[in-house]
């Protein structure tokens, strides 16, 4: 498989597994470069989201990127752009914070319809809206989603063995 991706100039690298016989057939070179040590929970990062490997969950990054502290504590109302940056660092591809990332959207929408500039502190309501978002999204950090779908499915896909 290797061999494959690499003819097509696609590096396989960085590969991480909840069993341990999986990771024992590779090669080194192709493991993530962070290691499990003995009970320690280990995690990695992947697609935007926090993967468990021991548990194997699923869960979110609990801070907000570019979010400074006292507009985190709603001790300030925060700019347009801080809104913005805010809503856009919480990243969802598996869609498991639809209702709360749909509010932040229409947070935006409410925001944008003001025509503040930038560097604008928003209005009086709008800091509230954004008070509450932040109060739900400081929520998702507890979010723990087993990765697993369904069982059986997928069994024997990571081993290469057949079904």
Known sequence: MYELHKRASFQLRG????RPEVLCKMENKY????????????????????????????SFSKGLRNTPEEVMEGLRP???????S???SVFDPLGLAS???IQAKSLIQQVWRTGISWNE???HELHMLFCKW??????????????????????????GEEK
Do not use: Y
Not at 15 to 18: H, R, Y
Not at 78 to 84: D, G, L, Y
Not at 143 to 157: C, D, N, T
């Open 134 to 159: 932040i109060s739900e999204v400081k929520k998702l950090g507890h979010l723990e989603v087993p990765r697993p779908v369904a069982e059986g499915v997928g069994k024997g896909v990571e081993t």
């Open 15 to 18: 590969w991480a597994s909840n």
């Open 78 to 84: 925060p700019t347009k752009r801080e809104i913005t």
């Open 31 to 58: 493991k993530s470069d962070s290691a499990s040590l003995g009970d320690k929970e280990h995690t990695e990062r992947t697609l935007g989201l926090i993967w468990n490997i021991k548990r194997d969950i699923i």
């Open 99 to 101: 209702p709360i990332t």
């Open 121 to 123: 502190e928003v209005t």
């Open 86 to 88: 805010a809503v856009m």
